[in-house]
T-cell receptor, first 115, second 113 residues
Framework: KAGVTQTPRYLIKTRGQQVTLSCSPI?????VSWYQQTPGQGLQFLFE???????NKGNFPGRFSGRQFSNSRSEMNVSTLELGDSALYLC??????????????FGAGSRLTVL | DQQVKQNSPSLSVQEGRISILNCDYT??????FLWYKKYPAEGPTFLIS?????DKNEDGRFTVFLNKSAKHLSLHIVPSQPGDSAVYFC????????????FGGGTRLMVKP
């Protein structure tokens, strides 16, 4: 079956702009999580959605937001981009939202460069 | 405050030998620990996990050991193969926090033929 699909794979923006990233989870998976990977901070949790509701949020400013649609597809948005937002943004899906024992399946990521 | 740490940024091992990747954590409330492997230009892929009520879990060439008193876990790969060359991340989760994982910074493993 198809894996987690993230679009676009690469994009370049300038400071002050906004960006929207898309994630299509594995068919049947209802939980979608977003992570930011940077060389200095590693992989950091952004937020998680299940049944169109945000279930958890990481320690990121309000410029970072997301949503989930009824078909479980998810988008994340970053407004007023800063240079430090340059990162690989990873989406992961899971069948359910429950204990931390669930295995996450990650997409290949969207690499954002802010100039 | 990094709750999960991988103190070795890189590790080089000869093919056929054992690779040992280490991970330390500070939050004693973590319930599950997972290891993910990441190749360049790909997302992390799940490798193996362990519940906090166990001290060892094996899956083929991969074994994870958990020492709760030391807040330390390790991943053993025996025997190591060149295809194991990747970045390995340990991650931890809380039982009541859904799928939120706290990751370590990663260790780059290089297995030399």
């Amino acid at each position: 079956k198809a894996g987690v699909t993230q679009t676009p794979r690469y994009l370049i923006k300038t400071r002050g702009q906004q960006v929207t990233l898309s994630c299509s989870p594995i068919s049947g998976h209802r939980s979608v999580s977003w992570y930011q990977q940077t060389p200095g901070q590693g992989l950091q949790f952004l937020f998680e959605y299940f049944s169109e509701t945000q279930r958890n949020k990481g320690n990121f400013p309000g410029r970072f937001s997301g949503r989930q649609f009824s078909n479980s597809r998810s988008e994340m948005n970053v407004s007023t981009l800063e240079l430090g937002d340059s990162a690989l943004y990873l989406c992961a899906s899971s069948l359910v939202w429950s204990s931390g024992a669930n295995v996450l399946t990650f997409g290949a990521g969207s690499r954002l460069t802010v100039l | 405050d990094q709750q999960v740490k991988q103190n070795s940024p890189s590790l080089s091992v000869q093919e056929g030998r054992i690779s040992i990747l280490n991970c330390d954590y500070t939050n004693s409330m973590f319930d599950y620990f997972l290891w993910y492997k990441k190749y360049p230009a790909e997302g992390p892929t799940f490798l193996i996990s362990i519940s906090s009520i166990k001290d060892k879990n094996e899956d083929g060439r991969f074994t994870v050991f958990l020492n709760k008193s030391a807040k330390h876990l390790s991943l053993h790969i025996v025997p190591s193969q060149p295809g194991d060359s990747a970045v390995y991340f340990c991650a931890a989760s809380l039982n009541n926090a859904g799928n939120m994982l706290t990751f370590g910074g990663g260790t780059r493993l290089m297995v030399k033929p």
